[in-house]
């Protein structure tokens, strides 16, 4: 993160607290904050790895900021009836690395932690790579969970949702082909777990009110942007806005603050721009 970054998130906090206290003092709804992360490894600092100890120091800060974690269902429920807890929080993960179902996966359980993992239903099969993988050579870091790691994390808890069927930017998709993407994928999905699979994360966050309503007519209840802030409960729960870790755990402290919300606008303007890959 650039410093300068880390600076306005700063200066920015003691306003959201302020925000915050009139929340907890009943005045207005609880917001929730959706944390994010990719895919665990043994070094960072590629924009997707979180190391094993960073990714349980970021546990820890949730637990000192005394976040109550949540289900995702079931806190977007309690944030449409304007009932969340104060500092209510839900964990994701996109793209189905296999880091996180082995690893992420078993230290939440320990912790008594749920979460919510978004998989590519079309890289299940152990022979397919992420493009922006291609060149690594840690296949560790790199693997993909496969049907019986899914299945199997699946029975245990962890709570799995649609990343479509091979993660392209639906904003340069035809309607037609966004469809396909969006219900084939919760289909695939559905057989492999026999049991419904319900939320959704847009593919590196690319969404419109158009896709969203796509989104909406093929069955998911959740969608999840990469838009940074936090929700209320007037928001729509087809395009939630959700932060990403970053390694500091002050960086993250700073983000369950609402310190980041302020680079929405820099989040619109990316969204228009399309990813870089």
Do not use: K
């Amino acid at each position: 993160m650039r410093p300068t970054t880390r600076t306005a998130a700063r200066i920015a906090r003691p306003g959201v607290r302020v925000l915050d206290g009139i929340s907890r003092a009943g005045a207005r709804p609880q917001p929730l904050t959706l944390l994010g992360w990719h895919r665990l490894g043994r070094t960072s600092g590629d924009g997707l790895t979180t190391t094993f100890d960073d990714f349980r120091r970021h546990l820890d800060v949730l637990d000192e900021w005394g976040a109550t974690v949540l289900p995702l269902d079931t806190a977007v429920e309690l944030m449409a009836a304007g009932e969340l807890p104060p500092r209510a929080v839900a964990l994701t993960f996109d793209d189905g690395y296999a880091s996180v179902s082995e690893q992420a996966w078993p230290e939440l359980r320990r912790r008594g932690l749920p979460a919510t993992m978004f998989v590519v239903s079309g890289y299940l099969d152990g022979r397919r790579t992420f493009s922006w993988d291609r060149n690594d050579s840690d296949v560790e870091r790199i693997r993909l969970v496969e049907r019986p790691g899914l299945i199997e994390a699946a029975a245990d808890g962890l709570d799995i949702g649609s990343h479509t069927v091979s993660h392209r930017w639906l904003r340069h998709l035809n309607p037609r082909e966004i469809a396909v993407e969006l219900a084939a994928s919760r289909a695939g999905l559905e057989d492999v777990l026999q049991r419904p699979v319900r939320s959704f994360a847009y593919p590196m966050g690319g969404w419109t009110p158009a896709i969203r309503e796509q989104v909406a007519a093929a069955g998911y209840d959740t969608a999840i942007t990469v838009d940074r802030g936090r929700n209320g409960q007037s928001h729509d729960p087809l395009s939630l806005r959700r932060c990403f870790a970053f390694d500091r755990p002050d960086d993250l402290r700073l983000q369950l603050d609402g310190g980041f919300t302020w680079v929405r606008p820099i989040d619109t303007f990316r969204q228009r721009r399309g990813p870089r890959l």
